[in-house]
């Protein structure tokens, strides 16, 4: 996929990185783009954290889950090349977010485990099912950094995920946009056209409110068309809040 027309950087346990990546997706579909999936985590850039001390409790094991499917979808990424890295992406994001909130507030990849999450996605997405055996092999945590590295590369480091690569190698990346809710067809088209104009100005560089709404997925016990109350909750952001 080298004429990729956006690179997007995701954690899959990121629930913005989700909604921006459901967004793109429809996009995507609208304006014919291809996608190349690639991986930023939050694990890693938050490796030289104190979790105690920065994060609510269910965060270390949340992000340490991310790292973990990380590591298949490298796996998948090696061996079949990066195309079906968004097929899994989409299984997991599913199944992670696009259901009934989970006991704790704990990610849905912490609750049911990310052998059984990677699993089922290896296995719908029709992927070899030894590819669950990298959940577990911090080899491949060397590609992911190199992969992390390489988005804050490509727009500085205080950020976090989603970061979107518009028009590789040479356009502007970005981190975000940071939505909380899907939109239409037609309205999804013009934010992107926003977007990419913004991106395409040399000397843009940000445009940000802390205060947001919780996203609007079944995770979060929020439907579509409901919104929350705003409030300053970093969930796509490199040091996280509730």
Not at 88 to 97: K, L, P, R
Not at 108 to 115: D, L, M, Q
Not at 183 to 188: K, Q, R
Request: with cysteine; net charge negative.
């Amino acid at each position: 996929m080298a004429d990729a027309d956006l690179h997007f950087y995701f954690d899959p346990v990121c629930p913005f990185a989700w909604m921006t990546s459901k967004w793109v997706r429809t996009v995507a579909r609208r304006k014919r783009y291809d996608v190349e999936w690639r991986f930023i985590s939050l694990r890693l850039l938050n490796a030289h954290i104190d979790y105690d001390a920065h994060f609510p409790p269910e965060y270390e094991a949340s992000h340490t889950a991310g790292l973990e499917l990380l590591r298949v979808a490298a796996a998948i990424r090696r061996e079949h090349g990066p195309e079906p890295v968004g097929a899994f992406y989409q299984v997991v994001g599913e199944e992670t977010f696009e259901r009934e909130p989970v006991p704790g507030g704990t990610a849905a990849a912490v609750h049911r485990g990310t052998r059984t999450l990677a699993t089922e996605a290896l296995v719908r997405c029709g992927l070899p099912a030894h590819h669950v055996e990298a959940l577990e092999d911090p080899a491949w945590d060397a590609e992911i950094q190199a992969s992390t590295d390489l988005a804050l590369s490509l727009t500085g480091k205080d950020v976090g995920t989603p970061i979107l690569h518009f028009e590789p190698p040479a356009g502007t990346a970005l981190f975000g946009p940071v939505i909380s809710r899907l939109p239409g067809e037609d309205e999804a088209v013009e934010l992107w056209d926003h977007v990419v104009a913004l991106a395409r100005f040399p000397g843009f560089a940000e445009l940000k409110r802390s205060l947001r709404e919780r996203p609007q997925l079944a995770a979060f016990g929020v439907r579509p068309g409901e919104t929350g109350r705003q409030e300053d909750w970093h969930a796509g952001s490199r040091r996280q809040k509730k």
